[in-house]
């Protein structure tokens, strides 16, 4: 596993494209231009396109979102540092790594066993140190909730009320929910216990969130 010059040089070229395309963070633009994504993506042959603003296959039916996408749903979640986020979807680990660049304690959930070994392998050997499950991701993580911020990175049928209840009221919930064949994505406030703001942005394409376990 290599990072060049060149590798970096691309990276700055990614993050000047997502600053043209709205994302303002300036702590999300230099966490493109530090993560090395290519080594993110298991097929060798696509590492010279890794900064490209593209999903690209990572395996078990799984990709690696597009940059724009994981950017745009990190500027979403309105980072502070130290917050306890809860991503839904561990996938490649490459937002994961976005997160962790932001300064936030992050716990994963990922459904894939396959993505999930791999994942676990590669994070601390690039020096992330995360918390990574293997589970259901609409049951959430009752046992560390309650969550400042939480993160859904696939497509769900409907908004998991299990998410809802383990978020913090004041926290946010950033879910892409299907519409059709694409997904609205919503960006949901808890204001009280009982009580939520929703707010409907862009429509997006995302791999769908596997079913929970025990429906059909």
């Known amino acids: 596993m290599t990072d060049t010059y060149r590798h970096k040089g691309l990276r700055r070229q990614l993050a000047s494209v997502l600053a043209k395309k709205g994302i303002i963070n300036t702590e999300i633009l230099t966490a493109v231009e530090t993560i090395p994504r290519h080594l993110f993506i298991p097929d060798n042959a696509l590492h010279k396109y890794a900064y490209e603003d593209k999903p690209f296959p990572i395996g078990a039916g799984q990709t690696i979102s597009q940059p724009y996408t994981v950017a745009f749903q990190t500027q979403l979640l309105d980072l502070k540092p130290r917050e306890k986020v809860l991503e839904i979807g561990t996938g490649s680990g490459y937002q994961t790594a976005v997160l962790l660049e932001m300064g936030v304690k992050v716990f994963s959930i990922e459904r894939q066993k396959a993505l999930f070994d791999r994942t676990k392998q590669l994070l601390p050997t690039l020096g992330y140190k995360t918390n ?85």
């Open 132 to 216: 990574l499950f293997y589970g259901d991701g609409y049951k959430g993580l009752p046992t560390y909730a309650p969550f400042d911020k939480i993160i859904v990175t696939a497509g769900a049928p409907y908004i998991p009320e299990d998410l809802l209840k383990q978020l913090k009221v004041g926290g946010i919930l950033v879910i892409p929910v299907n519409e059709g064949d694409s997904q609205r994505m919503k960006k949901i406030i808890k204001k009280s216990a009982t009580n939520f703001e929703t707010e409907d942005l862009s429509l997006f394409r995302f791999v769908p969130l596997l079913k929970e376990k025990g429906r059909d």
